[in-house]
């Protein structure tokens, strides 16, 4: 069975729940507000199937083709509606459009998880990022049954798709994984809280949450809660649960020693912000957000040729990507508040949170950025 010493490296990618031929293991919350594994000894039959599939214990380099780009939709709309580029978007349209499925992570009831679309009209659904870890269910044995006669783009943070691909054990030709560049997720127990604040303070009910409204533009990017009565939107640098994920104190302790970072990538496609684009590649760079577009497989090469005409591109080097992306090449941090944070988020509220644990330089950084923004807006005028 899963080798006790996993523990705090588990990333909660469901490989060995979805294995289990005796169904003895089940994915329990902790009071982190995260899910691990569970064994039920009395139904375990010791047959090691889920030690031998976990990505995290059976860690292999994969060889990467790393052929990177810079690109953007050529699609203002999509742009716009997208957390960086909107490559995501332009890919799904694709699978849509050859009567496949698109499986990614969307809201239901404010709870963030996996779901499947097959029509275009429910796209808007998994656009953008959601900066907490969505919950995978049974979304795997789903994809297994569906592979049998679909094609599927699955697409999620790298950790899922490493437990996605282990669980599959062999590789589909109709089957398309991207993976994000990630800084790594927050617990789903802090947004609970948050929405919970936020629908008491205003007396009103959150209808939907968007954590990259590009209003403000792509770099300085905002938070916007919709409640059934008004909207708030706030730069992502004065934004509460902002302060709290860009800290660290909140992530899962298996982001502070990833294992799928450069070097182990199981995804075809790695899709992120092209940050810092401007130093590099000035021609390139567009206001509504800009994707770093790392090219893993053949697989992934034949997609994006089939795409491309749909997107304004040039190629570019990895070291560029990663210079404003750290994320992709190393674990963040470990803050060593994490279990006081963790100790505290049962007792107070999120403005004590912050005071205590938020991040506090993004903030200079930030309003600088958005004010050079409004200055040359108003110098183009
Ligand atoms: C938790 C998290 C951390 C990230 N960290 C970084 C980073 O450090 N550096 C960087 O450059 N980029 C990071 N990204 C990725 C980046 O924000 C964009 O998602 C990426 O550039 C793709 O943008 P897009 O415009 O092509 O697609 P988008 O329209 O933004 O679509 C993104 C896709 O990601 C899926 N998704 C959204 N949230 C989650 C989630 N919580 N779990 C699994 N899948 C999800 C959606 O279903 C959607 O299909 C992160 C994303 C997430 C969710
Ligand atoms: S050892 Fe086999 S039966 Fe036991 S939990 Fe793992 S997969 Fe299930
Ligand atoms: S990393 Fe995935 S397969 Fe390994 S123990 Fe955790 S949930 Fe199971
Ligand atoms: S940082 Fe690594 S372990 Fe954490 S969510 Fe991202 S891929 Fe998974």
Redesign the pocket.
């Known amino acids: 069975m899963i080798d006790k010493k996993i523990g705090n490296k588990c990333t909660g990618c469901t490989a060995c729940v979805n294995i289990c031929p005796k169904n003895a293991i089940t994915m329990k919350t902790e009071n982190t507000g995260f899910k691990y594994p569970v064994i039920n000894q009395k139904k375990c039959v010791n047959c090691k199937l889920c030690k031998k599939i976990c990505p995290v214990l059976n860690t292999k380099k994969n060889k990467s083709i790393n052929e990177c780009y810079m690109g953007s939709a050529k699609n203002e709309n999509i742009q716009k509606t997208?957390?960086?580029?909107?490559?995501?978007?332009i890919l799904a349209n694709y699978i849509l459009d050859n009567n496949g499925i698109v499986i990614?992570?969307?809201f239901v009831d404010n709870k963030?998880k996996h779901i499947a679309i097959t029509n275009k009209d429910e796209l808007e659904q998994?656009?953008?990022?959601?900066?907490?870890?969505?919950d995978l269910e049974d979304i795997f044995k789903f994809v297994k049954y569906k592979l049998k006669e679909n094609k599927i783009l699955f697409?999620?943070?790298p950790c899922?798709v490493a437990g996605l691909k282990a669980f599959l054990k062999s590789d589909y030709d109709n089957l398309l994984c991207i993976e994000?560049?990630?800084?790594?997720?927050p617990t789903p127990k802090l947004f609970d809280k948050y929405v919970k604040e936020i629908e008491k303070n205003e007396n009103d009910k959150l209808v939907k949450y968007n954590f990259?409204d590009k209003s403000t533009g792509w770099e300085t990017y905002s938070n916007t809660a919709v409640l059934s009565k008004k909207e708030i939107t706030e730069l992502y640098s004065e934004n509460n649960y902002m302060k709290l994920f860009l800290s660290d104190v909140a992530l899962r302790k298996s982001c502070f020693n990833c294992n799928f970072k450069l070097g182990n990538k199981y995804a075809d496609i790695t899709?992120?912000?092209f940050?810092g684009i401007k130093n590099y590649y000035y021609e390139m760079y567009n206001e509504n957000?800009v994707?770093?577009i790392i090219i893993n497989t053949k697989k992934g090469k034949e997609y994006f040729d089939a795409v491309k005409k749909n997107l304004k591109f040039k190629e570019c080097n990895i070291e560029s990507i990663i210079k404003g992306?750290p994320?992709l090449k190393k674990s963040v941090k470990y803050n060593k508040n994490y279990e006081n944070f963790f100790r505290d988020i049962n007792y107070l509220n999120i403005d004590k949170l912050v005071e205590k644990y938020g991040a506090k330089e993004i903030t200079l950084l930030a309003r600088f950025k958005n004010l050079a923004r409004k200055i040359i807006k108003f110098l183009r005028k």
Request: proline share 0%.
């Open positions: 997208s957390s960086s580029g909107g490559i995501f978007s990614g992570a969307a963030l998994l656009k953008g990022s959601k900066y907490l870890q969505s697409v999620g943070v899922q994000l560049i990630c800084h790594g997720v990259r899709l992120g912000d940050w957000g994707s770093a992306n994320s």
